[in-house]
């Protein structure tokens, strides 16, 4: 189940829980998830999944952007593409304000911040920006940062910067922004963010199109689950689509996938069982938007091994 409620999720609880009993949810699913929701959720929190197991087992996770749509659902497996799209929006980040009393950096973990006061002694060691940037690279290091944003004094902001490209990985991008306000930088800040996610997604679909000619990726449904079926699949490409209600047979083995019945299968929504497949197996999974004709055949693809 996934809520859009900034303030609280009850009032949206409230539209999708008669929805849910109609859909077979046992009482203890309920009660499980109206007791998570009373717990006090992290700073920021725009969105909220809950998933229930018939014997009222739950897990919980929060996103700072909400669905795009409240949704409940009952089946044999959990609707995680969502969670697994959240996820990919958490982007390790340093933020780093510079100015004629030193610099103030504040790291953005998955689950958390740090923040660090370098002073204007330091901002003046040897060295272009050599104390900012030494704290900074270290901060980035501790959280595998993927994403620096330097902002502040325009005359200072650019030394920073480039002391910062020689000490970070390439997968690090640096960026300078001259900036007003609070306001102001916090926007930028999840511009930049929205921005690396997104370069993300196009560097996975160019990686697709080049392994695909070298026959080390398919696309398209049918050949992705025929790769997880033979235990070939390495990463898995495909899209968060709640109204996708295709279903598959799976059985308890991870590779144990059919798209017509088979024994003792039972059925599950098709991404779903996909999920499943690939998380027992250890691959990874990416969440990709509709590409159309540029991207895979139905917007799934596998890399292989």
């Given at each position: 189940m996934y809520l859009a409620a900034e303030d609280s999720p009850h009032e949206a609880w409230s539209t999708v829980r008669p929805d849910l009993i109609e859909q077979g949810a046992t009482e203890e699913a309920v009660r499980a998830i109206e007791a998570r929701l009373g717990l006090p959720a992290p700073e920021h929190t725009a969105g909220h999944c809950v998933i229930a197991a018939a014997d009222g087992t739950t897990i919980v996770d929060h996103a700072t952007d909400p669905p795009h749509d409240d949704l409940a659902f009952v089946d044999t497996r959990p609707y995680a593409a969502r969670l697994l799209e959240w996820d990919q929006r958490r982007v390790a980040h340093v933020v780093v304000t510079v100015g004629d009393n030193g610099a103030d950096i504040t790291s953005f973990d998955v689950n958390h911040r740090t923040e660090t006061t370098v002073h204007s002694d330091e901002v003046a060691g040897p060295g272009p920006a050599h104390g900012?940037?030494?704290?900074?690279?270290?901060?980035?290091?501790?959280?595998?940062?993927?994403?620096?944003?330097?902002?502040?004094d325009e005359g200072l902001t650019g030394a920073v910067s480039e002391a910062l490209v020689a000490r970070l990985p390439v997968t690090c991008r640096v960026v300078t922004e001259s900036v007003d306000s609070l306001d102001d930088l916090v926007d930028l800040v999840v511009r930049h963010v929205a921005d690396t996610v997104a370069r993300t997604t196009v560097e996975q679909l160019r990686d697709h199109r080049f392994l695909r000619t070298h026959e080390a990726a398919v696309d398209g449904v049918n050949d992705t689950i025929a790769a997880l079926a033979a235990g070939a699949a390495e990463r898995v490409l495909m899209p968060d689509d709640p109204n996708d209600q295709r279903r598959l047979w799976i059985g308890a083995g991870p590779t144990d996938l059919s798209l017509t019945q088979v024994g003792n299968f039972v059925q599950a929504r098709l991404s779903d069982a996909i999920i499943r497949s690939a998380v027992l197996q250890g691959a990874d999974i990416y969440i990709i938007p509709s590409t159309g004709e540029t991207g895979p055949d139905d917007d799934t693809a596998a890399f292989t091994s």
């Amino acid at each position: 189940m996934y809520l859009a409620a900034e303030d609280s999720p009850h009032e949206a609880w409230s539209t999708v829980r008669p929805d849910l009993i109609e859909q077979g949810a046992t009482e203890e699913a309920v009660r499980a998830i109206e007791a998570r929701l009373g717990l006090p959720a992290p700073e920021h929190t725009a969105g909220h999944c809950v998933i229930a197991a018939a014997d009222g087992t739950t897990i919980v996770d929060h996103a700072t952007d909400p669905p795009h749509d409240d949704l409940a659902f009952v089946d044999t497996r959990p609707y995680a593409a969502r969670l697994l799209e959240w996820d990919q929006r958490r982007v390790a980040h340093v933020v780093v304000t510079v100015g004629d009393n030193g610099a103030d950096i504040t790291s953005f973990d998955v689950n958390h911040r740090t923040e660090t006061t370098v002073h204007s002694d330091e901002v003046a060691g040897p060295g272009p920006a050599h104390g900012p940037a030494d704290a900074v690279a270290h901060a980035c290091e501790a959280i595998s940062a993927r994403l620096v944003v330097v902002a502040g004094d325009e005359g200072l902001t650019g030394a920073v910067s480039e002391a910062l490209v020689a000490r970070l990985p390439v997968t690090c991008r640096v960026v300078t922004e001259s900036v007003d306000s609070l306001d102001d930088l916090v926007d930028l800040v999840v511009r930049h963010v929205a921005d690396t996610v997104a370069r993300t997604t196009v560097e996975q679909l160019r990686d697709h199109r080049f392994l695909r000619t070298h026959e080390a990726a398919v696309d398209g449904v049918n050949d992705t689950i025929a790769a997880l079926a033979a235990g070939a699949a390495e990463r898995v490409l495909m899209p968060d689509d709640p109204n996708d209600q295709r279903r598959l047979w799976i059985g308890a083995g991870p590779t144990d996938l059919s798209l017509t019945q088979v024994g003792n299968f039972v059925q599950a929504r098709l991404s779903d069982a996909i999920i499943r497949s690939a998380v027992l197996q250890g691959a990874d999974i990416y969440i990709i938007p509709s590409t159309g004709e540029t991207g895979p055949d139905d917007d799934t693809a596998a890399f292989t091994s």
